[in-house]
């Protein structure tokens, strides 16, 4: 298909939507991409080649999925909103190699999607209400995903990348970074989109790594440690920490656990890095 007759022309998203009498459903989180460009940002990013398999999560009206289905050999659009399913069949009628899924991402099997033994590389303009289940679930789940390339609040993209002592730096950062490798691919204006969202977006990649940067005894432990640090962000980590009733962590231990790192008792929780909380959680386990 030649790229004016394809979604990302502002006028062919307007005459679909018109033609179907579509109704952007706030609370599915639907801001369509209207811009080539962007397009071409996140199909670079994700390094798409003939022999992928891909993964979209809310293709919407098919806008990235018309670019997918020319860029990778096979690709699964997973899309909750059914009054999407008629306009889909229609702006993907051309492409053999798309199989839409009426289903909610967060209920979707994608190792028995993708097929047992094989891997898949998730590209997506996320829905920004339900970003961190999508990622963390993703990561978490131990899904055959090689790489996440998506796009999602611009905030929320410096959190996943954010390097200790940054304001960004937090929970979200340790977590992403545990499981992935980040780059930050691309800002991307509101114009780009059809409506206009509140906030500005980019695009970010995940690449999964093979092992975590850190060795940990129980890296849930590790979370829940983190988790507690960032809970009351001015306070000091001794205090974040002895305020988390459910670790049975005392004062005394979080201190001499901090000493024998050769850290300050006074130190925060953002100034830590991956390794240091690994180390933390190691000495703290009970
Ligand atoms: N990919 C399209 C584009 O770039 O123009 C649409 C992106 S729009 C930001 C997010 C899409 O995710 C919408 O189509 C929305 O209906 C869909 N969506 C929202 N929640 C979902 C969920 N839980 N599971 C699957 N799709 C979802």
Known sequence: MEDKD?????QVTIQTIQK???QFQKRYGQNFLI????IRKILRAAEITREDIVVEIGPGIGTLTQYLAEAAGKVYAVEIDDKLLPILADTLSSYDNVEVIHQDILKCDLRQLVGEGKTCKIVANLPYYITTPIIMGLLEGHVPAESITVMVQKEVAERMAAEPGSKTYG?????????????L??????NCFMPRPAVGSAVIRLTRREQPPVEVKDDRWMFRLIRASFNERRKTLVNGL????????????????LTKMGLPLTVRGETLSLAQFGELADLLMK
């Open 35 to 38: 811009d080539d460009h962007v």
């Open 6 to 10: 394809k979604l990302s022309n502002p």
């Open 242 to 257: 002895r305020n988390e009733p459910s670790l049975g962590i005392s004062k005394e231990e979080a201190e001499a656990a």
């Open 185 to 190: 691919a691309a800002n991307v204006p509101l």
């Open 20 to 22: 179907y009498g579509f």
């Open 171 to 183: 929970a979200l950062s340790l977590a992403v970074q545990y499981y992935a490798e980040t780059y």
